[in-house]
């Protein structure tokens, strides 16, 4: 299978495609395969956007950029502090 990363849009479809397939008695294995996904990615798209909309998963990835954002500013933030006291000791 080649490797793909799929937006949370098209992971969303996906899932919705696999509630039909399963719906119709097919087998994970065999909804994964139509999907062309494998099995652990299936179950892990289903723990992470199971039951979620596009906008809801939009807003998450949205959160999940300014987390990452934040976090850059936190350990930039901590590093300048942590320079400032070694200048202010050596003093």
Do not use: C
């Not at 969303?12 to 397939?21: C, F, G, P, Q």
């Not at 008695?25 to 992470?48: F, M, N, P």
């Not at 039951?51 to 930039?76: C, H, I, Y």
């Amino acid at each position: 299978m080649a490797r793909k990363r799929y937006t949370a849009e098209e992971i969303i479809l996906k899932l919705r495609e696999a509630e039909v397939l399963l719906s119709q008695g097919k087998t994970v294995q065999q909804t994964a395969r139509a999907l062309e996904i494998s099995e652990q990615t299936y179950y892990r798209w289903r723990k992470d956007y199971g039951g979620m909309d596009k906008s809801r998963a939009r807003r998450l990835k949205e959160l999940e950029q300014e987390n990452a954002r934040l976090r850059r500013v936190v350990a930039d933030l901590t590093l300048d502090k942590a320079i400032l006291k070694e200048a202010l000791s050596k003093n």
